[in-house]
T-cell receptor
Framework: QKEVEQNSGPLSVPEGAIASLNCTYS??????FFWYRQYSGKSPELIMS????GDKEDGRFTAQLNKASQYVSLLIRDSQPSDSATYLC???????????????FGKGTLLTVNP | EAEVAQSPRYKITEKSQAVAFWCDPI?????LYWYRQILGQGPELLVQ????????DSQLPKDRFSAERLKGVDSTLKIQPAELGDSAMYLC????FGGGEGTGELFFGEGSRLTVL
């Protein structure tokens, strides 16, 4: 089982719709969860972080975390063509030695918002 | 706004040649990461530094890759000899140290795109 799994997509939604991106993780000891956006040819940029169960909202973005189900999601409301990008889920947990933390990324989901 | 600096942005080399990438993290960020990202994949951690010490290099192909962060500030990633399969984007990122909230937030440089012919 991969540490962080995402559907690679592509996910295509019309402009103005809600885009729903999903991520599952294997390590129950994972502590922090992040969503990064990566435009084609660019480096990832952090858009959301979530640390406890429930929802966290920031503008048009809502991150949802369910630790019991080991599931993280990102909702984008009123999707815009400028939201077209790859969305990477990342999970932070202690490394095998327990002395440090590591951040593991999923493969990413390509989102296309059609005008 | 503080940024992670990387160079070169692009590098084309022939297989068996040596390649080096440089990274200067955000001032005050003790943790520095080198990731490799193959087209269509997520970033894969190659090496993680805490100050000048390596804390994770389990995925670094040590027969050809090396990384250092001598004074705990900037860092160099080297590949020698380069192979065709090394063609990828090499991303440097930095973060504050620790396990508390906010410390897992990585700030990435623009990346160094390597093409091996």
């Amino acid at each position: 089982q991969k540490e962080v799994e995402q559907n690679s997509g592509p996910l295509s939604v019309p402009e103005g719709a809600i885009a729903s991106l999903n991520c599952t993780y294997s390590d129950r000891g994972s502590q922090s969860f992040f969503w990064y956006r990566q435009y084609s040819g660019k480096s990832p940029e952090l858009i959301m972080s979530i640390y406890s169960n429930g929802d966290k909202e920031d503008g048009r973005f809502t991150a949802q975390l369910n630790k019991a189900s080991q599931y993280v999601s990102l909702l984008i409301r009123d999707s815009q063509p400028s939201d077209s990008a790859t969305y990477l889920c990342a999970v932070k947990r202690r490394n095998s030695g327990g002395s440090n933390y590591k951040l593991t990324f999923g493969k990413g989901t390509l989102l296309t918002v059609n005008p | 706004e503080a940024e992670v600096a990387q160079s070169p942005r692009y590098k084309i080399t022939e297989k068996s040649q040596a390649v080096a990438f440089w990274c200067d993290p955000i001032s005050g960020h003790a943790t520095l990461y080198w990731y490799r990202q193959i087209l269509g994949q997520g970033p894969e951690l190659l090496v993680q530094f805490q100050d000048e010490s390596v804390v994770d290099d389990s995925q670094l192909p040590k027969d050809r890759f090396s990384a250092e962060r001598l004074k705990g500030v900037d860092s160099t990633l080297k590949i020698q000899p380069a192979e065709l399969g090394d063609s990828a984007m090499y991303l440097c990122a930095s973060s504050r140290f620790g396990g508390g909230e906010g410390t897992g937030e990585l700030f990435f440089g623009e990346g160094s795109r390597l093409t091996v012919l």
